[in-house]
């Protein structure tokens, strides 16, 4: 199977802040890769889909880049909706695999 | 309303079995492959089985391989997950989540709220 491993775990950051989360496959998966938002109790929320395509509805300040091995997703300014866990998603092979999340919470 | 509603979670003892439900509307439910997804509590989410729109085509994580199936009926907008030979490490909330497309191989755009299934003596 094919591993995804994100950095960092956790994240402390305020308001306003620009904050960049990297998502590492262990062999190339193209563009084939998704971010997700979750947060406590709900469901994960799509929001970027083939590395850097934004999904509808998504604020623009949520960007993807990478492809191959590397990715990662930046959130431009943050806002107070935006503490949350993230996670990325390969699905280039057909047992997919998620990242084992990214804690964004406020310093 | 795109909505996806799971049922049929609950506590059931170890090498017991179950089965999910995850009920479809607001779209073409024939057209779009679906997979289950879980997440065991306080732990990060574990992709576990998918489907293709025509039911043709399944696909299984090794961890439940030869003791999950995936099933659905197109006629009744419905998702299934039978589940045998439950262990404790099954225990999670189980989603429900529709791909973009109906071969599998895309990511989810739609998720259901979750049932939580309990594995326990």
């Known amino acids: 199977d094919i591993q995804m491993t994100q950095s960092p775990s956790t994240l402390s950051a305020s308001v306003g802040d620009r904050v960049t989360i990297t998502c590492r496959a262990s062999q190339t998966i193209s563009s084939w890769l998704a971010w997700y938002q979750q947060k406590p109790g709900k469901a994960p929320k799509l929001l970027i889909y083939?590395?850097?395509s934004l999904e509808s509805g998504v604020p623009s300040r949520f960007s993807g880049s990478g492809s191959g091995t590397e990715f990662t997703l930046t959130i431009s300014s943050l806002q107070p909706d935006d503490f949350a866990t993230y996670y990325c998603?390969?699905?280039?092979?057909?047992?997919?695999?998620f990242g084992q999340g990214t804690k964004l919470q406020i310093k | 309303e795109v909505q996806l509603l799971e049922s049929g979670g609950g506590l059931v003892q170890p090498g017991g079995s179950l089965r999910l439900s995850c009920a479809a509307s607001g779209f073409t439910f024939r057209n779009y492959a679906m997979s289950w997804v879980r997440q065991a509590p306080g732990k990060g989410l574990e992709w576990v089985s998918g489907?293709?729109?025509?039911?043709?085509?399944?696909y299984y994580a090794d961890s439940v391989k030869g003791r999950f199936t995936i099933s659905r009926d197109n006629s009744k907008n419905t998702l299934y997950l039978q589940m045998n030979s439950l262990r404790a490490e099954d225990t999670a909330v189980y989603f429900c989540a529709k791909e973009e497309s109906g071969s599998h191989g895309h990511p989810f755009d739609m998720w259901g709220q979750g049932t939580m299934v309990t594995i326990s003596s």
């Open positions: 083939k590395a850097s």
């Open positions: 998603q390969q699905y280039d092979s057909d047992t997919f695999t």
């Open positions: 489907i293709s729109g025509s039911g043709i085509n399944t």
